[in-house]
């Protein structure tokens, strides 16, 4: 049968598992906040607290824990999302000769492993937004990391949309 660009385009499935992963992404975070992130930023920061010759109020000290943990679940995410693009395209050989980005486009097979990662990808930003928006302390760059998400989630969609897979690994 021959490949048209229409049938190379999201699925449903595709869409479905987007959505139950941007569902998924917030309540993981919160399992891994309430017994292993907030834990570990108590841990950590009662050292530094104690050393420290200023007291802390407990608004002070709640506000440093939650930024700990929001910044060890972002490394957690980066770095496994790292790891699933690393072995989706690891040895293919457009990821070397970027020529090969566009051979055989719109007609480009999309690989289990690159379908992982697109949909890991997008569910998490869709979920990052509403994350920025409703539970994450509000930091100066508040409207930059917004807008960045936005534009990332439309720049992931779009790439999905039009089977730039190669290009958008």
């Known amino acids: 049968m021959d490949n048209t ?24 975070r919160w399992i891994l906040h309430v017994n292993i992130f907030e834990p570990l930023a108590v841990a950590c920061l009662r050292h530094v607290w104690q050393r420290s010759e200023l007291k802390q109020s407990p608004e002070y000290m709640q506000k440093a824990v939650e930024k700990f943990s929001e910044s060890v679940w972002k490394l957690m995410v980066y770095i496994s999302l790292l790891t699933v693009g690393v072995v989706s395209v690891w040895r293919k050989p457009w990821v070397l000769d970027t020529r ?70």
Request: net charge positive.
């Open 5 to 28: 660009m229409h049938d190379l385009r999201p699925s449903l499935f595709q869409i479905g598992s987007t959505a139950c992963l941007s569902l998924f992404f917030p309540l993981l």
């Open 100 to 169: 090969q980005f566009w051979e055989g486009w719109p007609n480009q097979p999309l690989t289990p492993p690159m379908q992982l990662l697109y949909n890991l990808q997008l569910g998490f930003y869709i979920s990052s937004i509403f994350m920025i928006l409703f539970w994450e302390v509000r930091r100066k760059d508040f409207l930059a990391m917004f807008s960045h998400h936005i534009v990332t989630v439309i720049l992931i969609s779009s790439s999905m949309y039009f089977s730039f897979w190669r290009v958008g690994s």
